[in-house]
């Protein structure tokens, strides 16, 4: 059935956290995940009980909860699991491949709740496999999304650095895909090309009201970037800051899964 609709994607993927997060999505029509930015736990629980059924995976920044403790963690995570969600930590790693290793465990523990994690390439390949050695540490799997773009404005990643973290990453079985800028679907269609079809492309920076964010985040159309290639969207504010998160989350997930069956035609 997935393979109906996401084609090359699901043909040519080695991954198989990338082909259960294929699953999930189309089991609940929704290629939304919604970048969990609140800074409570109640926040946390409130809001993944009111979306979770419209989306696919929940991303986290477990260092941005002001009363964060490890019972409570464990209770959002068992709700992710309930919910039928991928839990994406996005912590962008960028240290050496040893400390990225030991960065996975600590008193957040990554490793043994994360299904997904955020890298930059800057420190070298061996990051990658840090982290894989980290999930392996507590036998589960995991898989890494590099960061080959960045919504945000004047970032430093370059269509140099794009080209060297794709030709990197793509080689690499520990990579499940690359962040792509969601606000310009103009490099996103650039991105998909060098990127090929076997691997992920995730994008934030989406929202459905025009403009831009806050401090120079920048904003596109949902949409355009499934178009282009993007596999998920990856929504915050646009979901957690409004009136009803809830039908928000239907939106953006009726808006990518039609998307998604548009570029299949
Ligand atoms: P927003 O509220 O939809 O703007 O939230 C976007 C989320 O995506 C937020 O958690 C960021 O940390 C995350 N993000 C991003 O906005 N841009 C990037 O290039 C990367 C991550 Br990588």
Not at 93 to 100: E, L, Q, R, V
Not at 101 to 115: F, H, K, L
Not at 255 to 263: I, K, T
Request: hydrophobic letters at 40%; charged letters at 25%.
């Amino acid at each position: 059935m997935p393979g109906r609709v996401w084609g090359e994607r699901w043909s040519d993927s080695a991954s198989e956290i990338a082909r259960r997060y294929m699953e999930v999505a189309t089991r609940k029509c929704t290629l939304v995940c919604l970048a969990a930015d609140r800074r409570t736990m109640n926040g946390l629980f409130e809001l993944i009980d009111s979306v979770g059924p419209y989306i696919a995976a929940l991303k986290t920044h477990v260092d941005l909860v002001d009363d964060w403790n490890p019972e409570a963690w464990a209770e959002f995570c068992a709700r992710a699991n309930q919910a039928d969600l991928l839990i994406f930590e996005d912590r962008k790693f960028a240290d050496i491949g040893k400390i990225s290793r030991d960065q996975m465990a600590g008193a957040y523990d990554i490793r043994s709740w994360s299904d997904l994690v955020t890298a930059h390439l800057i420190s070298g390949p061996d990051i990658v496999d840090g982290l894989q050695a980290g999930w392996s540490d507590v036998g589960r799997n995991g898989g890494v999304l590099l960061l080959a773009q960045m919504s945000s404005r004047g970032n430093l990643l370059n269509p140099n650095y794009t080209d060297e973290v794709v030709t990197k990453g793509r080689e690499h079985g520990g990579v499940f895909g690359f962040i792509g800028n969601g606000s310009r679907p103009d490099e996103l269609v650039e991105l998909r090309t060098k990127v090929g079809k076997s691997k992920m492309i995730w994008t934030p920076g989406v929202n459905l009201s025009v403009g831009d964010g806050e401090m120079g985040q920048r904003y596109g159309d949902p949409r355009a970037a499934i178009l282009a290639g993007s596999d998920c969207i990856i929504v915050g504010s646009g979901i957690h800051r409004s009136d009803n998160p809830a039908e928000s989350a239907k939106k953006y997930a009726s808006v990518s899964w039609n998307a998604l069956l548009e570029r299949k035609l």
